[in-house]
């Protein structure tokens, strides 16, 4: 509904300009006052009922999905974060051999060596079984976005 609504724009600045060259015309033509009058009138008043309509199809369109829009903004967000998560998760085993691990007891470094190895398995959350929430996924769908946004410009 979105990229019909874009269309439905584009035509009508489309029409816009076709209207103003189309007055031109008549004007042009030194046709009569009353009839270079109504023409002019008829013209803007289509225009004007057609964007009547289109910001009717808008209100009732925008009414429709703000909610589901609302939601797949939350939803977006949360991956993000999620992906912010991942990368943190990512550097543990650095953080903790830049540490002063040879001071400590043999008990806390055997620990810190178990933490490492679990470190070295990735975590990774899984949308629907499986999509992989990664951050090469999350540039992918970056990508799409940003190339469906240039195919509606």
Not at 49 to 73: G, M, P, Q, R
Not at 115 to 137: A, C, H, K, R, T
Request: charged share 20%.
């Amino acid at each position: 509904m979105m990229f019909q609504i874009c269309a439905k724009l584009n035509i009508l600045k489309y029409r816009f300009k076709m209207t103003i060259k189309q007055l031109e015309n008549t004007e042009d033509n030194k046709l009569g006052e009353k009839i270079c009058g109504r023409t002019q009138k008829q013209l803007i008043a289509n225009w004007v009922e057609s964007h009547i309509k289109l910001l009717n199809l808008f209100n009732s369109v925008n009414t429709l999905f703000t909610s589901a829009i609302f939601i797949h903004y939350i939803v977006n967000s949360i991956l993000l974060c999620t992906i912010a998560m991942f990368a943190t998760f990512e550097n543990l085993r650095n953080v903790i051999f830049d540490t002063k691990w040879y001071t400590t007891k043999k008990a806390v470094q055997k620990s810190m060596i178990i933490i490492m190895s679990q470190s070295i398995i990735p975590v990774e959350f899984v949308s629907g079984y499986f999509v992989s929430l990664s951050l090469d996924s999350f540039k992918k769908i970056i990508k799409l976005s940003y190339t469906i946004y240039n195919v509606l410009e």
